[in-house]
């Protein structure tokens, strides 16, 4: 995801060993000195992070849970209506904390068993590659930190809520843990940039903000769909496309607002079907040709 990478907000390393988060002076955190103090902690952590070991806990404050709990609560019910059968198995079968931030390492430990994927921790943006190419080998690269108490609907940015809320319950599904995999595949098979950007779309419109049809009606998949109790209650809404290889890899998005074209499948079989059939066999020369026949 090229613009959600840039999105992150830069994380810059001190002399001193601390680590220093910039925040846009329209962040709903940025006059917050408690919540750049940690938001500042927090980065530190995956800043001195060394692989193999256990991903050191995020000392979180009482706000900070409450955000968790009130936005776990308000989802837990838009999942009842809005949130496809499969994600709602995942999230019988992970079975988070309602009331408190799990943890990056307690998610592994869940998730783990379930269908082999583990939490990394990231200060902000993770190169294409990297964020793409490890999930070939079941790692998933989370933020740590939560959004502001003052915005707990929506966030622009990638946090904590959205890494787990979103995608853990659906790593929690072999299915969709599949397709994920195979994302990670594609993006270590194909060499340009050009196609990493295309396979990096079509990741963005399936499950990031993939929908699809289940009994007649129109269900999300997708994990910014799924940790936003705004967004999810507008995506019906929207102008809603047939899945499409070719426009999915080159159709251009705003990270910053609620998706306005989303593409639906017919049904999970039809997603890995098309979607998961792809990433599985794509390389530079099939993508070039995909995005020759984009309109
Ligand atoms: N908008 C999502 C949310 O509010 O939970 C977070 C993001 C999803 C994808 C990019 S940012
Ligand atoms: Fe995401």
Not at 59 to 67: G, P
Request: aromatic residues 12%.
């Amino acid at each position: 995801m090229f613009e959600e990478a840039q999105y992150f907000a830069p994380v810059a390393a001190q002399q001193d060993g601390s680590v220093v988060v910039e925040l846009s002076a329209s962040h709903p955190g940025f006059a917050d000195p408690v919540y750049r103090a940690r938001r500042n902690a927090i980065a530190g952590l995956a800043v001195n992070y060394r692989p193999g070991t256990p991903i050191p806990a995020a000392e979180y404050t009482e706000q900070e849970h409450e955000v968790w709990a009130l936005v776990t609560r308000e989802l837990a019910v838009k999942h009842a209506k809005y949130a496809t059968a499969e994600y709602l198995d995942g999230v019988d079968r992970l079975g988070l904390p309602q009331e408190r931030i799990p943890q990056l390492e307690e998610v592994s430990r869940l998730l783990e068993p379930l269908t082999g994927f583990r939490y990394l921790p990231a200060a902000g943006l993770v190169p294409l590659r990297d964020f793409y190419g490890v999930l070939a080998d079941g790692y998933f690269h989370s933020t740590q930190y939560i959004r502001h108490h003052s915005v707990p609907f929506y966030t622009p940015e990638p946090d904590v809520i959205h890494e787990v809320i979103g995608h853990a319950n659906a790593l929690a599904s072999s299915r969709y843990a599949a397709l994920y995999r195979l994302a990670g595949q594609a993006a270590r098979r194909v060499q340009s940039d050009e196609a990493l950007e295309f396979v990096s779309k079509v990741f963005w419109f399936t499950l990031e903000f993939g929908v699809m049809r289940e009994a007649g009606e129109l269900k999300a998949y997708g994990a910014g769909i799924l940790s936003s109790y705004g967004e999810i209650e507008e995506f019906r809404g929207m102008d809603i496309r047939p899945l499409d290889l070719s426009a999915m890899g080159t159709t251009h998005y705003d990270i910053t607002k609620y998706q306005d074209v989303l593409f639906r499948a017919d049904s999970l079989q039809h997603l890995e079907d098309v979607v998961g059939d792809f990433w599985d066999t794509c390389d530079d020369d099939s993508i070039a040709k995909l995005i020759a026949a984009a309109v």
